[in-house]
């Protein structure tokens, strides 16, 4: 039994030392430091989510201090004498109904005015409307990635929400949250709190971030395996900008030669079966069980955000995606060296 423990034991070291291990290299391969603060709100409906926030927390703060210090107080004051080690207990109060009522009543009192600013600040914000130029995008969650559409502009792709951001409250995007599989929530901690995506409903929020710049968020509803590597990207950028990446994105695939030959590999395999890219022919049309990847490099990541989309990283993403998300639902599809290179070179045409 001892040696069992012992094995056990040991072997929990050995595996937290290779995690310990393993962890530097995966920080480096991360984009951006991913946890946010929600006390640096740059967008409206986090900035009344901020301000209630430090609300409740100077209530809660008195209480606990006013609790604590009382508590504290009482131990330090009635201490039992060392002099005197056996005294007898000092005398017991029962049924003293100021005190009943007092320690009733205020906390009672206390939860309500929580309740009604939190329920005040929730409904404002569930509320408001968003200014009418308002930006439409749809956003579908999936184990363990975002389907991103803009309807008014026929554009498909996936991780990276694009939208603009200016710091005039005049441009903001009205989001569609929806589920293909699973419950999701859709966290961007500096634009807004938490949504929950949910299979056959459609939630809404808006968000109008106030200053160009890549906002970074991530599921916030555990979803499966590979939740904690669901991660968000919003882009705001400067109408002019964000013009232009919608041009970009409403063409059709490039038709580079340096890909012609990948191009049939990547068509000959399953691969179809789960990735449109517009312009490859018939095969792919519609294929939504994985990311659309018609302009897959212009993304800045992998994987959801995994890893940074590098030409190294992308062909070690190909060969085999459990490495860097084990448990995704892409395989790896055991493609020989020549027709990773062939495929990788096609996928590299997809700007
Ligand atoms: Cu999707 Cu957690």
């Not at 409206?44 to 100077?58: G, R, Y």
């Not at 970009?248 to 030959?261: C, I, L, M, T």
Request: with cysteine.
């Amino acid at each position: 039994m001892a040696l069992e423990i012992t094995n056990i034991l040991s072997f929990g070291c050995a595996v937290l030392k290779t995690a310990l291990l393993a962890l530097p290299a995966i920080a480096a391969e991360l984009p951006e430091h991913r946890i946010t603060n929600i006390f640096e709100p740059l967008a409206t409906p986090a900035e009344s989510e901020k301000n209630i926030a430090l609300l409740v927390i100077a209530i809660t703060g008195t209480v606990f201090v006013g609790v604590a210090g009382l508590i504290a107080y009482t131990i330090w004051r009635f201490r039992q004498p060392s002099h005197e080690p056996h005294s007898e207990e000092p005398p017991q109060v029962y049924g003293s109904n100021q005190i009943e009522v007092a320690w009733t009543v205020v906390p009672i009192l206390i939860a309500f005015v929580l309740i009604g600013v939190s329920a005040r600040v929730i409904a404002a914000v569930e509320n408001a409307s968003p200014p009418q130029a308002a930006l439409k995008v749809t956003v579908i969650g999936h184990q363990w990635w975002w389907e991103v559409l803009y309807p008014d502009y026929g554009i498909v792709t996936a991780n990276e929400i694009h939208m603009p951001a200016t710091a005039d409250h005049k441009n903001a995007t009205y989001l569609q949250l929806q589920s293909a599989d699973v419950i999701h929530s859709f966290w961007l901690p500096q634009l807004s709190g938490k949504t929950d995506l949910i299979p056959n409903r459609t939630n809404y929020m808006w968000i109008d971030p106030h200053s160009p710049g890549i906002y970074l968020g991530n599921c916030a509803e555990y979803c499966g395996t590979q939740h904690a590597n669901m991660l968000l990207t919003v882009v705001g950028e400067d109408p002019k900008d964000f013009k232009q990446w919608t041009i970009e994105q409403q063409k059709r695939a490039v038709d580079d030669p340096q890909g012609s030959e990948g191009k049939a590999v990547f068509e000959s395999l399953a691969c179809v079966n789960c990735h449109n890219i517009s312009g490859s022919g018939q095969a792919s049309a519609g294929a939504k069980f994985g990311p659309d990847l018609t302009h897959l490099m212009s993304r800045k990541t992998l994987g959801t955000g995994v890893i940074k989309n590098t030409p190294d990283n992308l062909r070690a993403w190909v060969n085999d995606p459990q490495i860097a998300k084990p448990g995704c639902l892409m395989p790896s599809m055991r493609l020989t060296p020549g027709e990773l290179t062939k495929v990788v070179n096609y996928l590299e045409t997809l700007r």
